[in-house]
């Protein structure tokens, strides 16, 4: 049985920063690519960074230069370091590891901005 578990969200003031870790059972990481998503209330999931099994990554646009996805495979995690954080950075993030066979997602962990 295949697990992603999302974990290091919570409430930060604008300017800081947070690490979120998606830490999978099941499946071996390594070799594919993972995504973090996020999904603020009323609006459509995004995708917000992605590694692949290369170690290449990919960044929204509104997040370059300040968020860093990495991935420790001898503990099948992957991170989430989010700096320089805004308001509307709030949302839940999720982390997605999907093939032409198979799409996993996490459960989610709120991020929320604010003063």
């Known amino acids: 049985q295949v697990h992603l578990v999302e974990s290091g969200g919570g409430l930060v003031q604008p300017g800081g920063s947070l690490r979120l870790s998606c830490a999978a059972s099941?499946?071996?990481?390594?070799?594919?690519?993972v995504g973090w998503y996020r999904q603020a209330p009323g609006k459509q999931r995004e995708l917000v960074a992605a590694?692949?099994?290369?170690?290449?990554?990919d960044y929204a646009d509104s997040v370059k230069g300040r968020f860093t996805v990495s991935r420790d495979n001898a503990k099948n995690t992957v991170y989430l370091q989010m700096n320089s954080l805004k308001p509307e950075d709030t949302a839940v993030y999720y982390c997605?590891?999907?093939?032409?066979?198979?799409?996993?997602w996490g459960q989610g962990t709120q991020v929320t901005v604010s003063s």
């Open positions: 997605n590891s999907a093939t032409m066979m198979t799409n996993y």
């Open positions: 099941g499946i071996i990481f390594s070799i594919r690519t």
């Open positions: 590694i692949t099994s290369g170690v290449s990554t």
